[in-house]
């Protein structure tokens, strides 16, 4: 969850007054204070999820001059838009809490005018990765590391970027390694060797972490006096839901090719590896995996964030703009015999008052124990 006072959190829960705004700016700018030219704005919303590459999209309306020349402000030639949602307390004082930077990937204009509403449609930065192929396939020797390759391959499509690690990102990968053609999934398939997720947060730095603890809830959705909670629905979905994870890699030299596996055995889990479930394994193979111990590492990573029920929770409620992807919320909800323990995969922030937030969950079995 993004970083808010306790007067901000207390505040959603009762009557409120929100406030949003937006902002284009020059590229690569960092923090949640960037200099740019504020727009007027009439609507719109963010898109944040976990399960896409590029985890953050946003559609706003503005009032502003169509864009007619490659250097005016909303040209999409590589301005980005950094947006906010906060709330007005009504004493002089506002909290506004960044939603992430956004690179403008379309305008357009219903009716066409010199001055009116143009549509403004945004990506975060990991659309730019995606797109920059490198021209030609090139190695990075035994002697590399993780840092020295993010500074190239990132560095080289936004060179002011600040990028952080939650673990030693220096350490050599002691083989060689070929970007053939696109440097996001060479970077991608270094993030899921070492068992962590990478996006870009709110300040415009690129994270690369484990994901949240999924047993400790950062925020509770409820019904009731202060609740948040306004409608539900629920399925269940076998649709991304496997129960053992299988890692593969090279060693280097001549060694032969090192192997992990992680399993669902919580003997209480409804897919449980041998329980009426099935066996749904999932294969991952990469050079980046050079020890058996990565490749357990890996494999127990990749069953973590998909290990749970096959039960999926959609809701709408009062909006909490500092939560994000991967969150674990509790939700309570009147049908519920005890409250349920829910991963954030999908968020909609609405801009304008009178929205309610939109949400897609799994739920996640606390205590599960993967081998």
Excluded at 335 to 357: K, N, R, S, W, Y
Aim: glycine content about 8%.
């Amino acid at each position: 969850m993004r970083p808010v006072s306790a007067r901000f959190l207390d505040a959603v829960r009762g009557s409120h007054k929100m406030v949003a705004r937006v902002r284009v700016c020059a590229s690569g700018q960092t923090g949640v204070n960037p200099a740019g030219v504020p727009l007027q704005l009439r609507g719109g919303d963010v898109k944040l999820d976990a399960t896409a590459a590029v985890r953050g999209t946003a559609s706003v309306t503005v009032v502003d001059e169509f864009p007619r020349t490659p250097s005016a402000l909303l040209t999409p030639y590589g301005n980005e838009l950094f947006i906010e949602r906060g709330i007005d307390y009504g004493d002089g004082t506002r909290e506004f809490v960044g939603l992430g930077y956004f690179r403008l990937t379309d305008v357009d204009q219903a009716d066409a005018r010199r001055l009116g509403e143009i549509r403004l449609t945004a990506e975060d930065r990991m659309g730019g990765l995606i797109e920059a192929d490198v021209l030609q396939p090139f190695e990075f020797g035994p002697t590399a590391t993780i840092a020295q390759v993010f500074d190239l391959l990132v560095k080289e499509v936004y060179p002011a970027a600040v990028i952080e690690f939650d673990f030693d990102a220096n350490t050599p990968f002691g083989i060689s390694h070929v970007v053939e053609k696109s440097r996001f999934e060479f970077l991608q398939d270094i993030v899921d060797s070492r068992a962590r997720v990478w996006y870009w947060d709110h300040r415009g730095v690129l994270v690369v972490k484990k994901a949240p603890n999924p047993t400790v809830p950062v925020f509770r959705v409820n019904q009731g006096e202060r609740g948040v909670l306004t409608q539900m629905s629920r399925g269940l979905t076998r649709k991304g839901v496997y129960n053992a994870v299988v890692a593969t890699g090279e060693p280097a030299g001549e060694l032969p090719p090192v192997r992990g596996v992680a399993l669902d055995t919580n003997p209480y889990s409804p897919t449980r590896w041998d329980g009426p479930y099935g066996k749904v394994p999932k294969f991952y193979s990469s050079s980046f995996l050079t020890s058996t111990a990565q490749c357990e590492d890996a494999a127990r990573a990749q069953l973590q964030r998909a290990q749970g029920l096959p039960y999926t929770v959609d809701f709408q409620a009062v909006v909490n703009s500092a939560l994000e992807p991967l969150d674990v919320v509790a939700v309570e909800h009147d049908q519920f015999e005890d409250t349920e323990i829910h991963v954030l995969e999908q968020l909609t922030l609405p801009l304008v008052a009178g929205t309610a937030m939109s949400a897609a969950t799994r739920q996640k079995l606390i205590g599960a124990p993967v081998v």
